[in-house]
């Protein structure tokens, strides 16, 4: 019998970057040639001993033989993801089995040196990652590679990092000046800080929002729709438990570990109350830096994951966390890039690629997931040599879906309101089905004294392509007065389609009658972490919008609790004292309005200059949620304006619309500019400045000139319009860089606002629904 041929390593070839060129090469040409591949570093560090865990390679190593190194370290073999190969090596060579929740990504390193003469030349790009344990792991629990690993030990850090800098040659060198000092640097600050300081940071964030009670009285509702109430309260809790799940897989177990810990000293309280603002252990005011690290994260003990040593019960470790929010949430694996993604979704048929780039379904590796769930809408998924595979929300939150739905549909057999019957009925079929088409046509049509919206919807949390949408409910209360005074501003979408500023072959005819309903907030869930939003415009399903157009909600108890306690105080600052008098209510809300009608026109459905059909949102990617603000903001500034020369709104607007623009603008901008709506937000307020028709004053303050306002709206408006219609992603690329920053002026009016402590933003108190769900437990 023939010897069995043994196949050699094959790896990716990347560009200096890190991107995948699409060729993979046998390891040893790649090493040959100098091209650049992907490999893993992976420290094992005991926290109650500040000590690195180091291997010594093997004398037969190629690389660096007989030299002190890295806990373990291995190359990404084509079509392997970085995190399976990083518990792989960690096995293979040391023995110890870890779960996926043991790995924190810390950096992305690059790694070049020639070795043997130059017939080795290494060109890495290092995932590396930390697994931090409470103390050391036994000898005796290892089991060593021997063709890989001779020995372990412990060292102290920064020991190992003196070693480092002076060159010992019996340790495999790494520049601590370059990447790679981002280790130490990180072990040094994480615990370093004291618990005084810390809870003087936790309380100095706090402070940021000021807590609001949401109490709105239920008069009008119905006793069945009291009732039906309960349950579509249960069922939008539900809508935090995905939520949580879809930002980071172990996010839902730090929630749990920091409630639980709550009461046990001021600083676990105060961590709850600032994680429960953010719903993460990112902060939304602080361009998502993590005020968290694993070094806060839950305990676990894994029995079992080495060799069994007596007296030893087995390894205890941090649930891991990234220090750097994830730009892809936990819609898609940490380590896919987006040229990974577009090489994979060119092998895809076209239903496939429309599941893929669809807001319902995430994208796994094949290792992660269960053979079961390999199936899209009743169809076996291709098998892909990069191993990506979509699964839909139906069964990726499956058991959360099942528990929301029943609670709907009980909730639907309770009330009396047809409505808001039809809508949970639907709604409670989307989450089993996946298909949420109907469930949306039955929100649009909604006209009940109840108003809920519930399920998934918003993309920002998905910054890679902003595809994937976020679950989240709203509950409330119609307001039948306001309602019924904002429907002028839902009937005149189609003149004002006709009349935007920008070119007549872009413009739609089609545009659909916007049915506006105002609201009085009970409680909201799922997506709706750091900042509130005071109204949205859904749905976001394009079919919808071609067809029936968008419908819209207004919080006006969360409007009026923004403009009392965040825009009056700011206008008080930054405003210059003779266009105070301009700050009013009406026009803060009235602007609020046109923002959400303006979602709904303008350029969605496009066609593209080789004449394919395409949307804003496929082909401006993560770049579309910021410049969509953008857009509803500053058109809805030019739609107001337009309005009031039609006399359908009155003249009195024409400069408190653009004065409390500008208060507002400051307002948003202290979002962060990571975030869409304060990213749109510095957009305009740098363009209206570089117009001149924002001024800045020699004592700090602001004004309109209200002889250039006017002309500087329409020209941004024609600019982000155009950019829409014709899916130039390069344009709006450039566009962004140019004006979405912090320019001085803003800065010198946050500035302003920081030293004063104007709150940034609201935390609502949910009384009325927290007595109606602790009545019924």
Same mark, same amino acid.
């Given at each position: 019998?023939?010897? @069995?041929?043994?196949?050699?390593?094959?790896?990716?070839?990347?560009?200096? +970057?890190?991107?995948?060129?699409?060729?993979?090469?046998?390891?040893?040409?790649?090493?040959?040639?100098?091209?650049?591949?992907?490999?893993?570093?992976?420290?094992?560090?005991?926290?109650?001993?500040?000590?690195?865990?180091?291997?010594?390679?093997?004398?037969?190593?190629?690389?660096?033989?007989?030299?002190?190194?890295?806990?373990?370290?291995?190359?990404?073999?084509?079509?392997?993801?970085?995190?399976?190969?990083?518990?792989?090596?960690?096995?293979?060579?040391?023995?110890?089995?870890?779960?996926?929740?043991?790995?924190?990504?810390?950096?992305?390193?690059?790694?070049?040196?020639?070795?043997?003469?130059?017939?080795?030349?290494?060109?890495?790009?290092?995932?590396?990652?930390?697994?931090?344990?409470?103390?050391?792991?036994?000898?005796?629990?290892?089991?060593?590679?021997?063709?890989?690993?001779?020995?372990?030990?412990?060292?102290?850090?920064?020991?190992?990092?003196?070693?480092?800098?002076?060159?010992?040659?019996?340790?495999?060198?790494?520049?601590?000046?370059?990447?790679?000092?981002?280790?130490?640097?990180?072990?040094?600050?994480?615990?370093?800080?004291?618990?005084?300081?810390?809870?003087?940071?936790?309380?100095?964030?706090?402070? &940021?929002?000021?807590?609001?009670?949401?109490?709105?009285?239920?008069?009008?509702?119905?006793?069945?729709?009291?009732?039906?109430?309960?349950?579509?309260?249960?069922?939008?809790?539900?809508?935090?438990?995905?939520?949580?799940?879809?930002?980071?897989?172990?996010?839902?177990?730090?929630?749990?570990?920091?409630?639980?810990?709550?009461?046990?000293?001021?600083?676990?309280?105060?961590?709850?109350?600032?994680?429960?603002?953010?719903?993460?252990?990112?902060?939304?005011?602080?361009?998502?830096?993590?005020?968290?690290?694993?070094?806060?994260?839950?305990?676990?003990?894994?029995?079992?994951?080495?060799?069994?040593?007596?007296?030893?019960?087995?390894?205890?470790?941090?649930?891991?966390?990234?220090?750097?929010?994830?730009?892809?949430?936990?819609?898609?694996?940490?380590?896919? $890039?987006?040229?990974?993604?577009?090489?994979?979704?060119?092998?895809?048929?076209?239903?496939?690629?429309?599941?893929?780039?669809?807001?319902?379904?995430?994208?796994? &590796?094949?290792?992660?997931?269960?053979?079961?769930?390999?199936?899209?809408?009743?169809?076996?998924?291709?098998?892909?040599?990069?191993?990506?595979?979509?699964? @839909?929300?139906?069964?990726?939150?499956?058991?959360?879906?099942?528990?929301?739905?029943?609670?709907?549909?009980?909730?639907?057999?309770?009330?009396?309101?047809?409505?808001?019957?039809?809508?949970?009925?639907?709604?409670?079929?989307?989450?089993?089905?996946?298909?949420?088409?109907?469930?949306?046509?039955?929100?649009?049509?909604?006209?009940?004294?109840?108003?809920?919206?519930?399920? @998934?919807?918003?993309?920002?949390?998905?910054?890679?392509?902003?595809?994937?949408?976020?679950?989240?409910?709203?509950?409330?209360? &119609?307001?039948?007065?306001?309602? +019924?005074?904002?429907?002028?501003?839902?009937?005149?979408?189609?003149?004002?389609?006709?009349?935007?500023?920008?070119?007549?072959?872009?413009?739609?005819? $089609?545009?659909?009658?916007?049915?506006?309903? !105002?609201?009085?907030?009970?409680?909201?869930?799922?997506?709706?972490?750091?900042?509130?939003?005071?109204?949205?415009?859904?749905?976001?399903?394009?079919?919808?919008?071609?067809?029936?157009?968008?419908?819209?909600?207004?919080?006006?108890?969360?409007?009026?609790?923004?403009?009392?306690?965040?825009?009056?105080?700011?206008?008080?600052? /930054?405003?210059?004292?003779?266009?105070?008098?301009?700050?009013?209510?009406?026009?803060?809300?009235?602007?609020?309005? /046109?923002?959400?009608?303006?979602?709904?026109?303008? @350029?969605?459905?496009?066609?593209?200059?080789?004449?394919?059909?395409?949307?804003?949102?496929?082909?401006?990617?993560?770049?579309?949620?910021?410049?969509?603000?953008?857009?509803?903001?500053?058109?809805?500034?030019?739609?107001?304006?337009?309005?009031?020369?039609?006399?359908?709104?009155?003249?009195?607007?024409?400069?408190?619309?653009?004065?409390?623009?500008?208060?507002? /603008?400051?307002?948003? +901008?202290?979002?962060?500019?990571?975030?869409?709506?304060?990213?749109?937000?510095?957009?305009?307020?740098?363009?209206?400045?570089?117009?001149?028709?924002?001024?800045?004053?020699?004592?700090?303050?602001?004004?309109?000139?209200?002889?250039?306002?006017?002309?500087? !709206?329409?020209?941004?408006?024609?600019?982000?319009?155009?950019?829409?219609?014709?899916?130039?992603? !390069?344009?709006?690329?450039?566009?962004?860089?140019?004006?979405?920053?912090?320019?001085?002026?803003?800065? +010198?009016?946050?500035?302003?606002?920081?030293?004063?402590?104007?709150?940034?933003?609201?935390?609502?108190?949910?009384?009325?629904?927290?007595?109606?769900?602790?009545?019924?437990?």
């Amino acid at each position: 019998m023939a010897e @069995p041929t043994h196949q050699e390593e094959h790896l990716d070839v990347l560009t200096k +970057t890190g991107e995948k060129t699409g060729v993979s090469k046998p390891r040893s040409l790649v090493h040959r040639d100098g091209d650049y591949h992907r490999a893993v570093h992976v420290w094992i560090y005991s926290e109650s001993t500040q000590e690195l865990l180091l291997q010594k390679r093997a004398d037969c190593k190629a690389s660096w033989p007989a030299k002190w190194d890295i806990s373990s370290a291995g190359h990404i073999s084509s079509g392997e993801s970085s995190l399976l190969t990083a518990r792989r090596e960690l096995f293979e060579e040391l023995g110890i089995d870890l779960p996926k929740d043991a790995f924190e990504l810390l950096f992305v390193s690059r790694h070049e040196c020639v070795l043997n003469n130059g017939s080795y030349i290494n060109n890495e790009i290092n995932d590396v990652y930390l697994v931090t344990t409470l103390s050391r792991i036994p000898m005796e629990a290892f089991t060593l590679q021997e063709s890989e690993v001779s020995s372990v030990k412990y060292m102290f850090w920064n020991d190992y990092k003196h070693i480092l800098e002076e060159g010992d040659d019996q340790y495999v060198p790494y520049d601590t000046t370059g990447q790679y000092s981002q280790l130490f640097v990180i072990l040094e600050q994480r615990y370093k800080e004291n618990k005084e300081a810390i809870s003087l940071r936790l309380q100095n964030k706090l402070n &940021r929002y000021a807590p609001i009670l949401m109490n709105p009285e239920l008069i009008g509702l119905s006793e069945a729709d009291k009732e039906a109430l309960f349950h579509i309260l249960r069922a939008a809790i539900v809508m935090d438990d995905i939520f949580y799940l879809q930002v980071w897989h172990t996010n839902p177990m730090l929630r749990d570990w920091l409630k639980e810990r709550s009461n046990a000293s001021e600083i676990d309280r105060l961590k709850w109350m600032y994680y429960s603002i953010n719903k993460s252990p990112w902060s939304c005011l602080d361009e998502n830096e993590a005020f968290l690290t694993t070094a806060d994260s839950l305990v676990k003990l894994l029995e079992g994951s080495t060799k069994p040593v007596t007296g030893w019960k087995g390894i205890e470790y941090k649930v891991a966390f990234p220090l750097v929010k994830p730009p892809g949430a936990n819609f898609y694996p940490l380590d896919m $890039d987006k040229k990974e993604f577009e090489l994979w979704k060119g092998s895809l048929t076209k239903s496939e690629q429309e599941a893929a780039t669809g807001f319902f379904s995430v994208i796994r &590796r094949q290792d992660d997931i269960p053979s079961s769930v390999m199936v899209y809408n009743g169809t076996k998924q291709s098998v892909n040599p990069d191993c990506l595979t979509i699964v @839909p929300y139906s069964q990726e939150y499956k058991t959360f879906l099942e528990q929301a739905a029943q609670f709907l549909f009980r909730a639907a057999e309770l009330s009396d309101s047809s409505s808001l019957t039809k809508l949970l009925k639907a709604k409670g079929n989307a989450f089993l089905s996946n298909n949420y088409y109907e469930s949306d046509i039955a929100w649009m049509e909604l006209d009940s004294k109840l108003d809920v919206t519930i399920g @998934p919807y918003e993309t920002y949390e998905d910054t890679i392509f902003g595809y994937k949408a976020t679950f989240e409910a709203f509950v409330g209360i &119609r307001d039948d007065k306001a309602t +019924t005074q904002v429907k002028l501003f839902g009937d005149h979408l189609q003149v004002l389609e006709q009349n935007l500023p920008m070119d007549d072959i872009y413009k739609s005819k $089609d545009v659909v009658a916007a049915p506006i309903r !105002v609201i009085h907030l009970i409680y909201n869930s799922g997506d709706v972490k750091g900042p509130q939003t005071v109204a949205f415009n859904l749905p976001n399903d394009e079919r919808i919008v071609n067809e029936r157009g968008t419908s819209m909600v207004l919080l006006k108890n969360v409007s009026e609790a923004k403009f009392k306690h965040i825009l009056l105080p700011i206008a008080d600052v /930054c405003i210059k004292a003779d266009q105070k008098e301009f700050i009013d209510f009406e026009s803060f809300y009235t602007h609020t309005i /046109c923002h959400e009608c303006c979602h709904g026109i303008g @350029p969605h459905t496009i066609t593209l200059p080789n004449g394919d059909k395409s949307t804003v949102r496929l082909e401006l990617q993560e770049l579309h949620s910021a410049l969509e603000e953008a857009k509803a903001d500053i058109v809805g500034l030019w739609a107001l304006k337009f309005l009031i020369n039609q006399e359908l709104l009155p003249k009195s607007l024409s400069k408190s619309i653009y004065v409390s623009f500008l208060a507002g /603008c400051f307002r948003s +901008t202290r979002f962060g500019l990571k975030e869409a709506h304060g990213k749109g937000q510095a957009l305009q307020f740098n363009w209206l400045y570089e117009k001149g028709a924002f001024l800045m004053h020699l004592d700090g303050t602001f004004s309109v000139d209200f002889g250039k306002v006017e002309e500087a !709206v329409e020209s941004l408006s024609k600019e982000i319009l155009t950019i829409q219609a014709r899916g130039d992603k !390069v344009a709006a690329m450039l566009f962004l860089e140019n004006y979405a920053k912090m320019s001085q002026p803003l800065a +010198t009016a946050l500035e302003k606002l920081e030293k004063i402590q104007v709150p940034v933003d609201i935390a609502p108190i949910f009384s009325v629904a927290e007595r109606l769900l602790s009545g019924r437990n």
